[in-house]
């Protein structure tokens, strides 16, 4: 089956520095790739998401860049604020399961 | 909100213990997902139902015996648990398609706890 790897498990940033999470995956059929942000308390949020046809995809602050050939992924957090400390999980998608990573906890200080 | 309804948030039972964690889905979606968050470890899948059948138990001990009468509403019955079941519980649920799946929408979760 797939097996998704994320790192780093922590990160610290200053507020306004960028963050960058990295994923690899295992298996070339994975098509799909969903970024998630869990606040303390409460279940992951989708925030981001890139299929395989894509190389790069960017939404304000986030982006996200998939290399299929080296199967690896990365978040891109531009301008960190304090809100944006949370847990993020990684994962790939491939008929129709979805693999996660196991999260990198981002704490960015003001 | 992200149109996925659990409850209760928090259960805290005993091991002779019967319960049931409830999810319910708004969106229109047609397969429904129990994931378990454990501490430092990557989110387990244990059951999918798409189209209101089971099309994956993940090796789950049969203490979680899971139910979807229908495609909105998902159950997680609980028996007989041990301590090491203490977890967040997370429903999901996805508009499955021919060639690949939407999006994965969360609930908020149960944080069970095992005494």
């Known amino acids: 089956g797939e097996n998704v790897e994320q790192h780093p498990s922590t990160l610290s940033v200053q507020e306004g520095d960028s963050a960058v999470i990295k994923c690899t995956y295992s298996?070339?059929?994975?098509?799909?790739f969903p970024w998630y942000k869990q606040e303390l308390g409460k279940g992951p949020q989708l925030i981001i998401d890139?299929?395989?046809?894509?190389g790069e995809k960017k939404d304000q602050r986030i982006a996200v860049t998939l290399n299929k050939t080296a199967k690896h992924f990365s978040l891109h957090i531009t301008e960190t604020q304090p809100e944006d400390s949370a847990v993020y999980f990684c994962?790939?998608?491939?008929?129709?399961?979805?693999?996660f990573g196991s999260g990198t906890k981002l704490n960015v200080k003001p | 909100e992200t149109g996925v309804t659990q409850t209760p948030r928090h259960l805290v039972m005993g091991m002779t213990n019967k319960k049931s964690l409830k999810c319910e889905q708004h969106?229109?979606?047609?397969?429904m997902y129990w994931y378990k968050q454990s501490a430092k470890k990557p989110l387990e899948l244990m059951f999918v139902?798409?189209?209101?059948?089971?099309?994956e138990n993940n090796s789950v001990p049969s203490r979680f015996s899971p139910e979807c009468p229908n495609s909105s509403h998902l159950f997680l019955h609980l028996h007989t648990l041990q301590p090491e079941d203490s977890a967040l519980y997370l429903c999901?649920?996805?508009?499955?398609?021919?060639?690949?799946?939407?999006?994965?929408?969360f609930g908020e979760g149960s944080r069970l706890t095992v005494l």
């Open positions: 999901a649920s996805s508009q499955d398609k021919r060639g690949g799946t939407g999006e994965l929408f």
């Open positions: 298996d070339s059929a994975s098509n799909y």
């Open positions: 890139i299929r395989s046809n894509v």
């Open positions: 994962a790939a998608n491939n008929f129709n399961k979805f693999y």
């Open positions: 969106l229109g979606h047609n397969a």
């Open positions: 139902y798409s189209l209101e059948e089971r099309v």
